[in-house]
């Protein structure tokens, strides 16, 4: 007996928008709403049969830290509806669209949802632990001399905010710093990298003329009363010239800028999945199936941060029962036009094979006309928990468009993770 595959039955990402712009106000939950609402309206489904939904995130508000619990309420959807919120960074939603197909899979759930979210607006600034127990000890004063023997104790320095960073709290580097070092090692230049974020602008701007992007992109509305229907960081008059006049952002001898690197961004996605058994009974058209899923990681005191994916590959492919030469398009996250580049010299270098992952030869070549043809992440975006189901949306999408049938999506992470998905066009 043939076993039941897990599909991919719909799903909608909103406009992804520079971040502190047009969805300042909108907290998480309510971009999250926005999604579930959506796709479920699309897929013509009762939501009482949605059984689970994991949501990813990976700066949760400091207060509904569940994040998929309230998106769910904000959507109007069951409250019946258990959920639960995963952070892998900024493969989160990858990493929620495999737990729920992980489920399906195993027969405990028939239907479940799966997305993901980022608010960098939102995100609020940290007192230091200091100021912290400061007003903790405060708060808990009861009598008034207490209270002002305590406030004897006040600095200045307790009002002094951290400004939020991306650091990685072992090696103390940013990501932009780390992919700065990764572009050294590898040996990627800065035309290089300014080439490739000025071909994905114009990639992702001639989908959104073509119509492209509508297929699963829903409008939003503001409480200021915009609707807000397309990505805000498209550039279709960018060129080499004008990136050529940006300086290097982490190091001063460095190679990245703020041209060649996704913005901070805030956004949302979600996806519907069940068994393909249950889409039939349904009678519901699926845009595709999971075929395969790898996670890997590297200690990033020895590794490149974001070489994780490369890890991945060889595995996701075994998984999937498919080889490098099957895959019909490439959607790799495009943190960094650096990260895309040296991930693709390691693919193809027989020497990273062999000492690092143990092959007798290359993963393979890396055709670039299949490679984010509608455009990646330093175009689009990276709201960082949203952009796994991003990948999976465009590239089941666009594999339809083309009548193609495999694609393989490739997500580097904080951490030194990496997530790489196998789907199928159906």
Request: charge should be neutral; aromatic fraction near 6%.
């Amino acid at each position: 007996m043939a076993q039941d595959r897990v599909v991919i039955v719909n799903g909608v990402r909103t406009p992804f928008v520079r971040a502190r712009t047009v969805f300042q106000k909108l907290p998480p939950s309510t971009l999250g709403g926005v999604v579930l609402r959506e796709t479920i309206a699309r897929s013509d489904l009762d939501p009482s049969l949605v059984e689970e939904l994991y949501f990813g995130i990976v700066s949760p508000p400091a207060e509904g830290t569940n994040v998929a619990r309230e998106a769910l309420f904000d959507s109007g959807l069951p409250s019946s509806i258990p959920c639960t919120t995963v952070n892998r960074y900024c493969a989160s939603s990858a990493e929620a669209t495999a737990s729920i197909a992980a489920k399906i899979a195993s027969g405990q759930i028939e239907i479940g949802m799966a997305g993901g979210v980022e608010s960098i607006s939102s995100v609020r600034a940290i007192f230091s632990q200091d100021a912290t127990d400061f007003f903790q000890d405060l708060a808990k004063s009861k009598s008034t001399s207490q209270k002002l023997s305590k406030l004897s104790e006040f600095k200045p320095g307790h009002l002094m905010p951290h400004a939020p960073g991306i650091k990685e709290p072992t090696t103390g580097l940013t990501m932009g710093q780390s992919a700065d070092l990764m572009a050294r090692e590898f040996k990627v230049s800065r035309e290089e990298q300014d080439k490739f974020a000025v071909d994905s602008h114009l990639k992702a701007h001639n989908a959104w003329e073509r119509g492209f992007y509508k297929t699963h992109v829903v409008s939003v509305a503001t409480p200021e009363g915009k609707v807000i229907d397309r990505d805000t960081d498209v550039r279709a008059d960018t060129s080499l010239e004008k990136l050529a006049t940006l300086r290097p952002i982490f190091y001063k001898d460095g190679t990245i800028t703020a041209g060649n690197a996704s913005p901070l961004t805030d956004g949302a996605s979600a996806s519907l999945l069940m068994s393909e058994s249950k889409a039939n009974q349904l009678k519901l058209k699926p845009l595709g199936v999971l075929r395969g899923f790898a996670a890997a990681a590297v200690d990033i005191k020895k590794e490149p941060l974001l070489i994780g994916p490369v890890y991945a590959i060889p595995k996701a492919l075994k998984n999937a029962g498919v080889r490098w030469e099957d895959i019909d398009l490439i959607e790799m996250h495009e943190a960094f036009a650096a990260q895309v580049l040296a991930s693709i010299r390691a693919i193809e270098s027989k020497e990273f094979a062999k000492e690092k992952l143990g092959l007798d030869r290359a993963i393979g070549h890396v055709d670039f006309s299949k490679l984010n043809v509608n455009g990646g992440s330093i175009p689009l975006g990276h709201p960082f928990g949203a952009t796994g189901t991003r990948l999976v949306l465009q590239t089941l999408h666009e594999l339809k468009q083309r009548g193609k049938k495999l694609g393989l999506i490739s997500l580097c992470a904080a951490g030194g993770l990496g997530v790489v998905m196998i789907v199928e066009a159906v």
